[in-house]
């Protein structure tokens, strides 16, 4: 059973992972090349071409995401869910 904490939690995890992961990937393919993570430097170590988004917002955003469920985590193990036994109970009352 899902409560308000449930829903918040899975819909802002979501957010930020896909975020960070599918639109920025997808606003950094439309960008054009380089699609790499990191600058591109020449011989000499001088950057002649970057990412269209900062590597550092991309990673913030997927970690937040995971920071997120993360903290989900602990709050569902802190107060487990009460669905299951709601169920044993209205089995059991069926049977009886």
Do not use: F, H
Request: overall charge negative; proline content about 5%.
């Amino acid at each position: 059973m899902t409560d308000m904490i449930d829903k918040a939690a899975m819909a802002l995890s979501s957010t930020l992972l896909l975020a960070g992961i599918v639109v920025l990937g997808v606003v950094e393919i439309l960008d054009g090349v380089p699609y790499g993570a990191a600058p591109t430097t020449n011989e000499a170590g001088e950057v002649i071409a970057q990412p269209g988004i900062d590597p550092a917002i991309r990673t913030g955003l997927v970690l937040a995401g995971l920071a997120v469920l993360g903290l989900w985590g602990l709050y569902r193990v802190a107060v487990p869910a009460t669905g299951v036994e709601r169920r044993t109970a209205d089995a059991t009352a069926e049977t009886q």
